[in-house]
Nanobody
Framework: QVQLVESGGGLVQAGGSLRLSCAASGSIFGINLFSWYRQAPGKQRELVGIITSNNSTGYADSVKGRFTISRDNAKNTVSLQMNNLKPEDTAVYYC??????????WGQGTQVTVSS
Protein backbone atom coordinates (compact mmCIF):
# COMPACT_ATOMS: atom_id res chain seq x y z
CA GLN A 1 0.00 0.00 0.00
CA VAL A 2 1.00 3.59 -0.66
CA GLN A 3 -0.25 6.60 1.24
CA LEU A 4 -0.24 10.04 -0.33
CA VAL A 5 -0.83 13.28 1.55
CA GLU A 6 -1.13 16.58 -0.28
CA SER A 7 -0.52 19.96 1.30
CA GLY A 8 0.04 23.57 0.34
CA GLY A 9 -3.34 24.55 -1.01
CA GLY A 10 -5.04 27.80 -0.14
CA LEU A 11 -6.45 31.07 -1.38
CA VAL A 12 -4.37 33.26 -3.66
CA GLN A 13 -5.03 36.22 -5.92
CA ALA A 14 -4.78 35.92 -9.66
CA GLY A 15 -1.17 36.20 -10.76
CA GLY A 16 0.10 34.71 -7.53
CA SER A 17 1.88 31.46 -6.81
CA LEU A 18 1.39 28.35 -4.71
CA ARG A 19 3.48 25.26 -4.17
CA LEU A 20 1.73 21.98 -3.52
CA SER A 21 3.48 18.99 -2.01
CA CYS A 22 2.63 15.31 -2.09
CA ALA A 23 4.27 13.19 0.59
CA ALA A 24 4.42 9.48 -0.19
CA SER A 25 4.83 6.70 2.34
CA GLY A 26 4.42 2.94 2.50
CA SER A 27 5.48 0.63 -0.33
CA ILE A 28 6.85 3.38 -2.55
CA PHE A 29 9.74 1.45 -4.12
CA GLY A 30 7.51 0.28 -6.97
CA ILE A 31 6.16 3.69 -7.93
CA ASN A 32 7.13 4.57 -11.48
CA LEU A 33 4.92 7.58 -12.13
CA PHE A 34 3.51 10.47 -10.14
CA SER A 35 0.75 12.65 -11.51
CA TRP A 36 -1.13 15.74 -10.44
CA TYR A 37 -4.81 16.01 -11.28
CA ARG A 38 -7.41 18.63 -10.51
CA GLN A 39 -11.17 18.75 -10.32
CA ALA A 40 -13.18 21.93 -10.45
CA PRO A 41 -16.79 22.05 -9.24
CA GLY A 42 -19.11 20.44 -11.76
CA LYS A 43 -16.26 19.28 -13.95
CA GLN A 44 -14.43 16.03 -14.54
CA ARG A 45 -11.08 15.38 -12.97
CA GLU A 46 -8.35 16.36 -15.39
CA LEU A 47 -4.66 15.63 -15.68
CA VAL A 48 -2.38 18.55 -14.85
CA GLY A 49 1.01 16.93 -15.29
CA ILE A 50 3.24 13.94 -14.69
CA ILE A 51 6.76 13.10 -13.60
CA THR A 52 8.36 9.77 -14.33
CA SER A 53 10.92 7.78 -12.38
CA ASN A 54 13.71 9.36 -14.49
CA ASN A 55 12.31 12.87 -13.91
CA SER A 56 10.76 13.35 -17.32
CA THR A 57 7.78 15.68 -17.09
CA GLY A 58 4.72 16.47 -19.14
CA TYR A 59 1.97 19.05 -18.73
CA ALA A 60 -1.52 19.85 -19.88
CA ASP A 61 -1.61 22.68 -22.39
CA SER A 62 -3.61 24.81 -19.97
CA VAL A 63 -0.76 24.91 -17.43
CA LYS A 64 2.31 24.57 -19.64
CA GLY A 65 4.82 27.31 -18.90
CA ARG A 66 3.16 28.17 -15.57
CA PHE A 67 3.31 24.92 -13.58
CA THR A 68 6.35 22.81 -12.78
CA ILE A 69 6.49 19.33 -11.26
CA SER A 70 9.55 18.15 -9.38
CA ARG A 71 10.43 15.33 -7.02
CA ASP A 72 12.71 14.88 -4.04
CA ASN A 73 13.51 11.20 -3.78
CA ALA A 74 15.31 11.63 -0.46
CA LYS A 75 12.13 13.04 1.09
CA ASN A 76 9.69 10.93 -0.94
CA THR A 77 7.84 14.05 -2.03
CA VAL A 78 6.57 15.39 -5.31
CA SER A 79 5.85 19.09 -5.71
CA LEU A 80 3.72 21.17 -8.01
CA GLN A 81 4.92 24.76 -8.35
CA MET A 82 2.12 26.91 -9.71
CA ASN A 83 2.90 30.40 -10.97
CA ASN A 84 0.79 33.09 -12.59
CA LEU A 85 -2.35 31.47 -11.25
CA LYS A 86 -5.66 32.20 -12.90
CA PRO A 87 -9.23 31.93 -11.54
CA GLU A 88 -9.77 28.96 -13.83
CA ASP A 89 -7.06 27.09 -11.91
CA THR A 90 -9.43 26.92 -8.94
CA ALA A 91 -9.96 23.25 -8.12
CA VAL A 92 -9.16 20.47 -5.73
CA TYR A 93 -5.72 19.18 -6.64
CA TYR A 94 -4.91 15.50 -6.26
CA CYS A 95 -1.68 13.56 -6.29
CA UNK A 96 -1.68 10.12 -7.89
CA UNK A 97 0.98 7.44 -7.81
CA UNK A 98 1.21 4.54 -10.23
CA UNK A 99 2.97 1.31 -9.36
CA UNK A 100 3.34 -0.85 -12.44
CA UNK A 101 0.48 -0.87 -14.91
CA UNK A 102 -2.42 -1.70 -12.65
CA UNK A 103 -1.93 -0.22 -9.19
CA UNK A 104 -2.93 3.37 -8.53
CA UNK A 105 -3.08 5.40 -5.37
CA TRP A 106 -4.69 8.77 -4.73
CA GLY A 107 -4.25 11.40 -2.10
CA GLN A 108 -7.16 13.12 -0.39
CA GLY A 109 -6.76 16.35 -2.33
CA THR A 110 -6.02 19.95 -1.44
CA GLN A 111 -8.14 22.96 -2.34
CA VAL A 112 -6.70 25.75 -4.45
CA THR A 113 -8.79 28.87 -4.87
CA VAL A 114 -7.69 31.73 -7.11
CA SER A 115 -9.55 35.00 -6.74
CA SER A 116 -9.85 37.52 -9.55
Amino acid sequence: QVQLVESGGGLVQAGGSLRLSCAASGSIFGINLFSWYRQAPGKQRELVGIITSNNSTGYADSVKGRFTISRDNAKNTVSLQMNNLKPEDTAVYYCKAASGATKYYWGQGTQVTVSS
